[in-house]
Structures are given as C-alpha cells and as structure tokens.
C-alpha cells in the first residue's frame, strides 16, 4: 500500500534559518507528490507539487522541494524562514486506482520559528 | 478565489446524537471530499463524490455517510455520534482529478462528542 513518512514530527528553525522538511513514500510506480501547508485556524494550501519534469520544483512563499527517486524521497525547502511559516506541513503521495485518483498524506510536521 | 466554507467552526454533541457537517463550494467544482485530522494520524479520507448524487468511500467511512444532493453541498453525516468520533473534519473540492487539478480545503469543523 502506498504510504508517506514525515519522520520529524516538530522542528524548530531560526527566524532567518534555512528549513528543510524531510518526506518519504512508499509506491511503486511514478508518483505524483505534493506539499500542503496548514496555519493554525485554518484549512491546508497547497505549496506545490510534481508529477513529471525537473525534479526541483517551485513553490508559493518561496518554498521548493526536490524529488530524489533513489532515496524516495520529496523533502521541502526554504532558504530563509520567516515567522508567518509557523504551521503545520503536509506531503502527500497520489496515485490512480481503478479509475479514481486518490491521495495519502503524511502525519505533518509542525515548523516552531523561533525570534 | 476559490472558497469553500464549513457550516461550523466548532461543535459539541452528545454520544448517540445524529449530526449533520455541511461544506458548500462556490466554484462549480465536480470533486469533494471529506477528511477527519488526528494528531500523529494526519489527514484520512473519509467519503467522497465526484458528481451530483455519486459517492465513493475513502480508507476510513465506517460509522458516516454523506450526501450530494446539488453540486455545491456536500454533507458529512454521523448517524450516530460516538465519542471516538471527536476529531478535526476537514471538507474539500477539486475541478477534476485531484492529482492535476488544485484541492481546495475549507478551515475545518472540530466536532467534540461528549
């Protein structure tokens, strides 16, 4: 069955620090993967995706993540954490099945910024 | 901008009462969903429909069921609330296919059952 892995549940970063959030999955084919922010009160955004193409993708609010097939792995990135990226971050995997296409999310990771 | 918008912020019933979560989206959007949050659990899938009146289950619909009676309205429904039902539910809407197309979460309903 496809799974993710988020294996740090709270991080804590600098304000001004670089960030990196660690994700695996588990799929066998070509995946499609995605990273969801979720600030406290409210509903998740998603921060970017990648299916296909360069493996470093770009996202909203300067984040990047890269798709590293050896290590399957999708880890986000920023090179300099502000205060308002305090929340909770989401990868997920998703994939075909008999026709729907469906998603799997991570357990999160929730980002402290400290001043 | 999208907006999809959850009946309830917060809610408490009693354990044995029927509750209904109501989500609405203002997009004309075929796709929505219904997920619970957990700490340590992340995001599951509870239901969803990709059409006027259709549903699927997702990974965890024992204990709900939902209905899509017009293309904006998708509602969660507990027929009979159990206190391990407590949780963050969050509602959904796509265009199309989830994998291509954006999902558009709403804030959430934390539902407690007392």
């Known amino acids: 069955a496809q799974s993710v892995t988020q294996p740090d549940i709270h991080i804590t970063v600098s304000e001004g620090a670089s960030l990196e959030l660690r994700c695996n999955y588990s799929?066998?084919?070509?995946?499609?993967l995605f990273w969801y922010v979720q600030s406290p009160g409210q509903g998740l955004q998603l921060l970017l995706k990648?299916?296909?193409?360069?493996?470093l993708v770009q996202g909203i609010k300067g984040f990047e993540a890269e798709f590293k097939r050896s290590q399957s792995s999708f880890n986000l990135r920023k090179p300099s954490v502000h205060w308002s990226d305090a929340a909770e971050y989401f990868c997920?995997?998703?994939?075909?099945?008999?026709?729907?296409?469906?998603?799997?999310f991570g357990t999160g990771t929730r980002l402290l910024v400290s001043p | 901008d999208v907006k999809v918008t959850q009946s309830s912020r917060y809610l408490v019933k009693r354990t044995g009462e029927k509750v209904f979560l109501e989500c609405v989206q203002d997009?004309?959007?075929?796709?929505m969903f219904w997920y619970r949050q957990d700490p340590g659990l992340g995001l599951r899938l509870i239901y969803f429909?990709?059409?006027?009146?259709?549903?699927e289950k997702g990974d965890i619909p024992e204990g709900y069921s939902v209905s899509r009676e017009k293309k904006e309205r998708f509602s969660l429904i507990l027929e009979s609330a159990s206190t391990n039902q407590t949780s963050m539910y969050l509602c959904?809407?796509?265009?199309?296919?989830?994998?291509?197309?954006?999902?558009?979460f709403g804030p959430g309903t934390r539902l407690t059952v007392l």
């Open positions: 959904a809407s796509s265009l199309s296919g989830i994998l291509v197309d954006t999902q558009y």
């Open positions: 799929y066998g084919a070509t995946p499609y």
């Open positions: 990648y299916f296909s193409g360069d493996t």
């Open positions: 997920a995997v998703g994939w075909r099945d008999t026709g729907f296409q469906k998603l799997v």
């Open positions: 997009m004309d959007h075929e796709n």
């Open positions: 429909s990709y059409d006027v009146k259709m549903k």
